[in-house]
């Protein structure tokens, strides 16, 4: 719609409401019968009211027998959240903001005030140019977003890759430990020449480039670096996925297109009829040459390609070049500040992207991988590891470092070993986060809150939120700062840069951190992986489908999802705001609120069950269509074996209660583990 179309169409409106104006309001709202509440007006919250000035020829105003002189009125109340009063004369228009401070800050009606005065320019002499055309930001605030805080050029570019940079730390520390689970560990130099073994074979076998080796092992190993050095991307098919599509990890083989499949011969697990296997313990593998084949990898050869699962239910294969893979590398190196004497858990299975942050930056600076092993850790399990290994650096889910953050302040006071870093992930972070972490001794402890899809190879943005003022005054989950080699961008539904505070799609840029796509899904990486219209020529943008917004200190606060809107009783309704207040009241440590057979449903995990307070404070602030019809409290979120929480495994409401609480056994999800890995290690 063009501007001068959206003012003939305001003006018949507003016409078309003159003609009914002796309506008395009362009246109006009667029949409407709005949501009432005592904060904001029953019909409307932002008003725009024109006055024109009738002035004599001295410039002086004018009405019948009387003299009129303007006296200038200083009130400081605000009627509604959000006025624009503007008056013509013949010395041009004035126009004034009034707004509740409660709301808006200075600087935000400010910021209103220019985008406005902007648009006005914009549309003069144009008004037959498209809204979405017409330029709203100052120059100032557009170069914040585009230049200041987003940098898409390569951070970091090796020839070499991760599998070379590897094989430079086994000849420069030979000796030092590369990998340890429990009381075994192995050098650089052993792993080094095991993986050079599986190399030499594939090659013998025909390996080549840009063919895919499938990976069922249940064993954390570095085979990938020997399948790299043959130039052969690795898919992931570990059993630790709970799935409940069936034969899901052969489903993920035969879209991949494996022509071989790297496993151990007693793991069960269902392959494509003619798959080829290489059996990682045959003995044959201890002939082959142990010395670094001379295999050409290059940046745009496919490194990787792990499977998530989407909306649609249908698993898609994200594909992960070299290039990209060790531009990260380097990245997360820098930020976690990593070097050759920390010990840095494996936390994560093979195919979650977690495992990419855990393991690659650690083998390639040289520094030791603790490896987690089948169990899935409870949190006095994890400080036991972390005192026992030595541990320096955790990367963990954020729903798994909440449990363990609450299991940390039950305790008290206590020592955390060598451990000086923790990141969190996944999923938001609770507001109150750092200020708990800081509450329970952990102050010494770097936190930093990383955030980033699998497209754009695992982390994007990084908050360090260690001291908690990154958070002060927060309303949505913060994630930080564009990495380097990354731009976060702000959009609405035209691909514009949304101003400060406003929300839109999140989308991310780089010139080499993006996935290629995703495999043999042409319409979708279509769909997702967009023309960069602030880049140059052939550079794409992943729509992450995140709604977000930047404060005006360059922090990305993470709103919720697009796909989180959902549709009740023909009200549509962001799930993620009802979580948002429910998090804000005291007591309430975690929440989560989903729709169900047209009925909102809200999870908690609160210290007490106060049913009749907390449904009071959501019809004070929420319309009644927005407040759940059921309240379900936990003991804990139930989590997958990556730490991550599981929908799928949440109580179903009872329709005969509008509350239940619902107590999950302390060792529900380790009994659900070990089914799974006793299945799958039988033999």
């Given at each position: 719609m063009t501007f001068s179309a959206l003012l003939a169409q305001v003006k018949q409106r507003a016409l078309e409401a003159q003609s009914h104006q002796d309506l008395p309001f009362e009246q109006l709202v009667e029949a409407l019968q709005p949501e009432r509440s005592l904060s904001h007006n029953p019909l409307f919250q932002v008003m725009f009211n024109h006055q024109t000035e009738g002035r004599g020829p001295r410039g002086e105003q004018q009405l019948p027998g009387l003299d009129v002189e303007a006296l200038e009125w200083g009130s400081q109340s605000a009627q509604f959240d959000l006025s624009l009063d503007t008056q013509e004369s013949p010395d041009g228009i004035w126009a004034s903001l009034t707004y509740a401070t409660d709301l808006f800050e200075a600087a935000t009606v400010q910021r209103m005030a220019e985008h406005w005065q902007r648009v006005l320019r914009a549309v003069v002499g144009r008004a037959g140019t498209r809204i979405a055309q017409l330029g709203m930001l100052v120059d100032d605030e557009q170069r914040s977003l585009l230049q200041d805080w987003n940098r898409s050029t390569a951070a970091f570019e090796d020839v070499a890759g991760v599998h070379g940079l590897f094989q430079a730390q086994a000849r420069q520390r030979p000796d030092a430990v590369a990998l340890c689970l429990d009381d075994r560990s192995i050098s650089y130099a052993e792993l080094n020449r095991q993986a050079n073994r599986l190399a030499h074979h594939l090659i013998g076998q025909g390996v080549g480039p840009e063919v895919l080796v499938g990976w069922r092992s249940s064993v954390r190993s570095t085979w990938w670096s020997a399948c790299w050095r043959c130039s052969r991307p690795v898919v992931p098919m570990c059993r630790w996925t709970r799935n409940t599509r069936a034969n899901a990890c052969c489903i993920c083989s035969k879209t991949a297109a494996c022509a071989w499949c790297l496993t151990h011969a007693h793991v069960a697990m269902p392959l494509p009829e003619g798959m080829a296997t290489v059996d990682l313990a045959d003995a044959r593998l201890a002939l082959?040459?142990?010395?670094?084949p001379r295999v050409a990898v290059a940046a745009q050869n496919l490194a990787y390609v792990?499977?998530?699962?989407?909306?649609?239910?249908?698993?898609?294969?994200?594909?992960?070049?070299?290039?990209?893979?060790?531009?990260?590398s380097s990245i997360a190196a820098g930020y976690s500040r990593l070097t050759a004497d920390d010990r840095v858990l494996q936390f994560a299975t093979l195919n979650f992207d977690g495992f990419v942050e855990q393991l690659y930056p650690a083998l390639t600076h040289g520094a030791t991988v603790v490896l987690r092993g089948p169990e899935?850790?409870?949190?006095?399990?994890?400080?036991?590891?972390?005192?026992?290994?030595?541990?320096?650096?955790?990367?963990?889910?954020?729903?798994?470092?909440h449990l363990f953050l609450l299991d940390c302040l039950a305790a008290g006071p206590r020592a955390y070993g060598a451990l000086r870093q923790v990141h969190i992930g996944g999923e938001a972070m609770p507001l109150d986060g750092p200020q708990q972490w800081l509450k329970a001794g952990l102050g010494h402890v770097r936190l930093l809150n990383t955030y980033g899809p699998t497209e754009a190879t695992v982390v994007s943005s990084v908050l360090d939120c260690t001291a908690g003022t990154e958070l002060m005054g927060a309303s949505a989950s913060p994630i930080g700062r564009s990495l380097p080699g990354r731009a976060l961008y702000v959009l609405d539904r035209d691909v514009n840069l949304a101003p400060l505070g406003a929300v839109g799609e999140l989308y991310i840029g780089s010139r080499c951190g993006l996935a290629r796509g995703y495999l043999n899904r042409a319409v979708l990486t279509a769909e997702r992986f967009v023309p960069d219209?602030?880049?140059?020529a052939g550079e794409r943008l992943y729509r992450t489908g995140d709604l977000a917004r930047y404060r005006a200190d360059g922090v990305i606060e993470y709103v919720g999802r697009v796909d989180h809107q959902v549709k009740i009783r023909g009200f549509r309704i962001e799930l993620g705001e009802i979580e948002t207040l429910l998090l804000?009241?005291?007591?309430?440590?975690?929440?989560?609120?989903?729709?169900?057979?047209?009925?909102?449903?809200?999870?908690?995990v609160c210290e007490r069950h106060d049913v009749e307070a907390l449904k009071s404070i959501l019809r004070e602030q929420l319309p009644d269509y927005m407040v759940p019809a059921h309240l379900i409290f936990l003991e804990r979120m139930p989590l997958n074996p990556n730490g991550k929480l599981d929908r799928q495994a949440l109580p179903k409401p009872d329709a005969s209660q509008a509350q239940q609480v619902w107590v999950a056994p302390v060792t529900q999800l380790e009994q659900q583990v070990a089914a799974v890995w006793a299945d799958s290690s039988r033999g």
């Open positions: 082959c040459p142990e010395s670094d792990i499977y998530t699962s989407g909306s649609t239910g249908k698993p898609k294969g994200v594909a992960i070049n070299h290039g990209a893979l060790t531009e990260f899935l850790w409870d949190s006095a399990r994890l400080y036991d590891e972390i005192i026992a290994q030595g541990i320096t650096l955790a990367d963990l889910p954020t729903a798994y470092w219209p602030f880049g140059e804000a009241q005291e007591g309430v440590r975690e929440a989560l609120v989903l729709a169900a057979e047209n009925q909102l449903v809200a999870y908690l």
